[in-house]
């Protein structure tokens, strides 16, 4: 069985729409993928005992853009948001993930 993987990806007004290559489609908010964003920036990183360092408050991020976005191999996709963020890789299964959640 082929992985699952995005078809096409488009902005379209203020979320990213993808179609997939089982045929279902997603629409995530630009708020919700710069909120759930899998950077270290965001999300902080774990030393090898677990302790947390870094990361950002929760945040509220209406009115903050996709502007643009790209392929990352055959697994993810970075996205540049309006606020300067650019650095977290969006694998295939989150964007998934992030398209089931009701709106």
Do not use: C
Not at 61 to 80: C, H, P
Request: charged fraction near 25%; glycine fraction near 10%.
């Amino acid at each position: 069985m082929e992985a699952l993987h995005p078809l096409d990806v488009q902005l379209i007004g203020s979320e990213v729409a993808l179609r997939w290559s089982d045929g279902r489609e997603s629409f995530i908010t630009y708020a919700t993928l710069r909120a759930a964003s899998p950077s270290a920036e965001v999300r902080g990183e774990r030393d090898i005992f677990g302790h947390q360092y870094g990361g950002e408050a929760p945040q509220d991020f209406r009115g903050v853009e996709v502007t643009s976005w790209e392929q990352v191999g055959n697994y993810a996709i970075r996205f540049d948001f309006s606020d300067g963020h650019n650095t977290g890789l969006y694998s295939y299964e989150l964007l998934r993930k992030l398209g089931d959640l009701p709106a």
